[in-house]
T-cell receptor
Framework: AQSVTQLGSHVSVSEGALVLLRCNYS??????LFWYVQYPNQGLQLLLK??????LVKGINGFEAEFKKSETSFHLTKPSAHMSDAAEYFC????????????FGKGTKLTVNP | DTAVSQTPKYLVTQMGNDKSIKCEQN?????MYWYKQDSKKFLKIMFS???????INETVPNRFSPKSPDKAHLNLHINSLELGDSAVYFC???????????FGPGTRLLVL
């Protein structure tokens, strides 16, 4: 079975500050890992994904994440927060092979203060 | 062009009614999914179809019945709606063997 734990249901940062959203996973098979963003009343947009190639993954809007197998982590970072980054962020895991369900974390709501 | 579309976007209905939500994708994918996002924003898989065949069926009440008339469509019919069915329902799709799932905009269901 796979699971995802997102530490911190709410994270608040100042505009221009570092954004760090934490994600730890559990998987008995090699995982694929994802970060999705959900803006208010909208759908899910893929930010970035890890698929066993490079461990440091760059995504859209200046976000990146690093896969650390030893720590079973896939934390999301952005050097400088922008007001438009305020949203809900979901980490998700699936098994390699496709046509598998995504297992999501409970989400982290990011607030960016001016 | 919308890749994964859902209709309706909003649905308000009374307890006990029967309703359907439709999903269509124009990405040429062969696998489609339904996820439920509850009031606490928690997302969980409900069903998955590959080439019109059911491949994932999580522990979902049998009041929920998915139907896939073809690879591009996956509909969700809900009988005897209950208050607890109020949620956002997301459709997603991908190509078998590829890891990225593409999500629709969601259908916001409110049962009164």
């Amino acid at each position: 079975a796979q699971s995802v734990t997102q530490l911190g249901s709410h994270v608040s940062v100042s505009e221009g500050a570092l954004v760090l959203l934490r994600c730890n996973y559990s998987s008995s098979v090699p995982p694929y890992l994802f970060w999705y963003v959900q803006y208010p009343n909208q759908g899910l947009q893929l930010l970035l994904k890890y698929t066993s190639a490079a461990t440091l993954v760059k995504g859209i809007n200046g976000f990146e994440a690093e896969f650390k197998k030893s720590e079973t982590s896939f934390h999301l970072t952005k050097p400088s927060a922008h007001m438009s980054d305020a949203a809900e962020y979901f980490c998700a895991v699936t098994s390699q092979g496709g046509s598998e369900k995504l297992v999501f974390g409970k989400g982290t709501k990011l607030t960016v203060n001016p | 062009d919308t890749a994964v579309s859902q209709t309706p976007k909003y649905l308000v209905t009374q307890m006990g009614n029967d309703k359907s939500i439709k999903c269509e994708q124009n990405l040429g994918h062969d696998t489609m999914y339904w996820y439920k996002q509850d009031s606490k924003k928690f997302l969980k898989i409900m069903f998955s179809y590959n080439n019109k065949e059911l491949i994932i069926n999580e522990t979902v009440p049998n009041r929920f019945s998915p139907k896939s008339p073809d690879k591009a469509h996956l509909n969700l019919h809900i009988n005897s709606l209950e208050l607890g069915d109020s949620a956002v329902y997301f459709c997603a799709s991908n190509l078998q063997g590829q890891e990225t799932q593409y999500f629709g905009p969601g259908t916001r269901l409110l049962v009164l």
